[in-house]
């Protein structure tokens, strides 16, 4: 071995270093799945809770103009009696069944003078589980109805 130098054919064995990588980007990839398939079914939850809060403010505003007009007249102002605009908002809800829509739905109706505000809230199941996201979603939609005298 008068001063020759060993050359190698080949590099060294490294076929298993990639393996945890793919992993890993595996993991963060299905993270980020589970992430936006999540917040878009929590997103159309809430879609659907503020059309129905909406259509729930909108019945009871009108149910009071219309009761209102027929029995007393507006005169200047027409201020929401706080204890029809819950019963108005109670009879949407049972009527238009959208508690069998969003089971467990709750919802609660707050008034000042001329505005009839309304908030829903249901349960929301998500389609995947997210670490550090509780089993119990909650989401909420809120919509308001002015009532507006104008001559």
């Known amino acids: 071995m008068s001063g020759r130098r060993r050359v190698r054919s080949r590099p060294r064995d490294e076929q298993g270093s990639i393996v945890p990588l793919v992993v890993g980007l595996a993991v963060v990839v ?8 999540d917040a878009s079914a929590a997103y159309l939850r809430r879609q ?3 059309a129905a809060a ?6 009871a505003t009108d149910g ?3 009761e209102r007009v027929y029995t007393q007249g507006l005169g200047k102002r027409a201020e929401i009696d706080p204890g029809a605009a819950r019963r108005f908002v ?11 829509r969003y ?3 709750s919802y609660a109706v707050r008034t000042d003078a001329d505005t009839v505000v309304v908030r829903m809230g249901a349960p929301t199941d ?3 589980r997210v ?14 109805s002015v009532v507006v005298v104008s001559d």
């Not at 909406?54 to 019945?59: E, G, M, S, T």
């Not at 670490?131 to 308001?144: H, I, R, S």
């Open 30 to 37: 299905a993270l980020l799945v589970a992430v936006v398939v």
């Open 48 to 50: 659907g809770l503020d």
């Open 54 to 59: 909406d259509a729930a403010a909108l019945a």
């Open 64 to 66: 009071i103009q219309g």
């Open 90 to 100: 109670a009879a949407y809800v049972a009527d238009s069944g959208i508690e069998r």
């Open 103 to 105: 089971p467990g739905l």
């Open 126 to 128: 998500l389609p995947l």
């Open 131 to 144: 670490p550090g996201v509780g089993e119990d979603v909650l989401v909420t939609g809120e919509a308001a």
